[in-house]
């Protein structure tokens, strides 16, 4: 049997004396009773605490409400301007964070003997599901020219614009427009976008925009340059 003095759960910073006492060999010859004595002491603390955020950092197509975690008693100091990097000054984390935009979230823990975990900067990318067609425009718009006209495509997106000028409908194997198509001759001009998400403008509507190119008689009276007999006012 042993005796331990005092008795009950170990405390810190406590004498403790414990004694063996009672047992017999084969032979029947009882032990020596034997006493240890030894004081519970506190180890200190020096190791950082560690933060998890959750969800982690990453790319969505949704607003999230980021939790952080110590793994030990801590205080997390947090920013979300992705510039200033946190100190104890910083806005104490209490509830989860909530972030609707494309956000750097920043932030450390201190445990409660002061240690502090190295800085950790997280990137959460919000990008809402795009389920919208490009629009896109021609500039100038269809109509008679006097002369060569330089007709900018512009998508109110980032996209792919497709176009043809031989009066056939555009499709994705068609030419791809990357800088402003000259016209120097009547043209029919059809055109629709691909956004990154791949909503093509075309479910709407391809767009048409006819370029008349003519001359301005001395008469004032139009001429186009393949004049189907038809005459213009001035
Ligand atoms: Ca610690
Ligand atoms: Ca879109």
Redo the contacts with the bound molecule.
């Keep these: 049997m042993y005796n331990i003095i005092p008795n009950g759960p170990l405390q810190l910073n406590t004498d403790y004396s414990v004694t063996f006492s009672g047992a017999k060999d084969l032979a029947g010859n009882a032990m020596t009773a034997a006493t240890f004595n030894f004081k519970t002491t506190a180890v200190a603390?020096?190791?950082?605490?560690v933060t998890t955020a959750s969800p982690p950092a990453g790319a969505y197509t949704s607003a999230q409400t980021v939790t952080l975690t110590a793994n030990?008693t801590?205080t997390i100091y947090y920013t979300t301007d992705g510039i200033t990097a946190p100190t104890t000054s910083s806005t104490v984390y209490t509830s989860p964070i909530v972030i609707n935009s494309t956000t750097i979230l920043k932030f450390f823990a201190k445990?409660?003997?002061g240690?502090s975990e190295t800085l950790q900067s997280l990137t959460y990318t919000i990008s809402t599901l795009d389920t919208t067609p490009p629009t896109t425009v021609a500039s100038p718009t269809g109509g008679k020219y006097t002369g060569t006209q330089t007709v900018a495509l512009t998508a109110n997106e980032p996209a792919t614009i497709y176009y043809t000028t031989n009066g056939t409908d555009p499709t994705t194997s068609s030419t791809v427009y990357t800088a402003p198509i000259s016209i120097a001759a009547t043209t029919t001009l059809k055109f629709y976008a691909v956004d990154t998400a791949g909503n093509s403008e075309a479910i709407i509507a391809i767009k048409t925009e006819v370029y008349t190119i003519g001359t301005q008689a001395t008469t004032g009276i139009w001429e186009t340059s393949n004049w189907d007999g038809a005459l213009w006012g001035p």
């Design positions: 603390d020096t190791t950082p605490p030990e801590a445990d409660v003997a240690n």
